[in-house]
């Protein structure tokens, strides 16, 4: 395990790599020894050097929530992180939000959706029954996430490890969900969640399309399991705060003048563009 003054060092790294958008080597390459714990325990002092400099927390987010993505990053759950409020972006029906690449170092989208919170969820026992009733409506997300610790190795090529994306507040820069237009909200009980489905288009062209079942056969149990993984922490989800449970499709490299749109039927289309 990490001592503190490492864990420190390791988290001010990842600070001045967000505010000069220069990628830091791997840290579970200089430090071999490296362990999931210790991944967590960087990415929350990350947080802690966010929020001391004004930033505030929104919510949460789940990653590799697909089997295929756990088979690959070497282990059986998923991942998670904090979402801070400079990293929302909000879209509103029939418009193109616009979006810098400035604030980003390397952008990859996904498409997912988020729980919005009405009710405060504490561990160990959360159940998927417990998150529906906590939940004041689904709503289409799309999550951006960048390379704060570069994705390969600089001179390896070497893929990072998991270790590596979850000190990296698991990979994620930012959020864009709708607003205004009532479409974009669903009920959490009446809708089919594992049939929630998107078509992803970059530029006019179809990238991806997905259905949420891909998170873990349905997308509420995502919830349950970071409100009781956040327990022994002595976190927990707070009423209005979003919670993206996870992506359902690989995610698409974007570049200065990208335009996405993400059509998730009779639930709304998030179109936005990085500029």
């Known amino acids: 395990m990490f001592d503190d003054a490492?864990?420190?060092?390791l988290a001010a790294e990842l600070q001045r790599s967000q505010q000069t958008r220069?990628?830091?080597?791997?840290?579970s390459k200089?430090?071999?020894?490296?362990?999931?714990?210790?991944?967590?325990?960087?990415?929350r002092a990350w947080v802690n050097l966010e929020k001391a400099a004004?930033?505030?927390?929104?919510?949460h987010k789940i990653g590799l929530t697909s089997r295929a993505m756990q088979i690959s990053s070497q282990i059986d759950e998923p991942d998670y992180g904090t979402l801070l409020d400079h990293m929302l972006y909000t879209a509103k029906a029939g418009e193109v939000l616009e979006i810098p690449v400035k604030n980003f170092i390397a952008p990859r989208v996904e498409v997912e959706l988020a729980f919005v919170l009405k009710a405060p969820l504490a561990g160990p026992n959360v159940t998927v029954d417990d998150v529906l009733d906590a939940t004041a409506y689904i709503t289409p997300a799309i999550e951006i996430i960048d390379a704060?610790?570069?994705q390969f190795d600089r001179h390896t090529k070497v893929m990072r490890k998991v270790y590596d994306t979850i000190s990296d507040n698991a990979a994620n820069a930012g959020i864009v969900i709708g607003a205004g237009d009532p479409a974009f909200r669903a009920d959490p009980r009446s809708t089919n969640r594992p049939w929630c489905g998107?078509?992803?288009?970059?530029?006019?062209?179809?990238?991806?399309?997905g259905l949420a079942a891909g998170v873990q056969g349905d997308p509420a149990i995502g919830i349950a399991w970071l409100a009781n993984?956040?327990?022994?922490?002595?976190?927990?989800?707070?009423?209005?705060?979003?919670?993206?449970?996870?992506?359902?499709?690989?995610?698409?490299?974007?570049?200065?003048?990208?335009?996405?749109?993400?059509?998730?039927g009779p639930l709304g289309c998030l179109r936005f563009r990085f500029v």
């Open 30 to 43: 200089r430090h071999p020894g490296m362990t999931v714990e210790d991944g967590y325990r960087i990415g």
């Open 148 to 150: 704060r610790i570069e």
């Open 229 to 264: 993984k956040l327990a022994p922490w002595g976190e927990s989800l707070q009423a209005g705060e979003i919670v993206l449970a996870g992506s359902f499709t690989r995610p698409v490299a974007a570049r200065a003048g990208d335009l996405f749109e993400a059509d998730y």
């Open 198 to 209: 998107a078509i992803l288009r970059q530029n006019g062209a179809v990238e991806e399309t």
């Open 54 to 59: 004004g930033r505030q927390v929104i919510g």
């Open 22 to 27: 220069t990628p830091v080597e791997h840290f």
């Open 6 to 9: 490492l864990v420190q060092q």
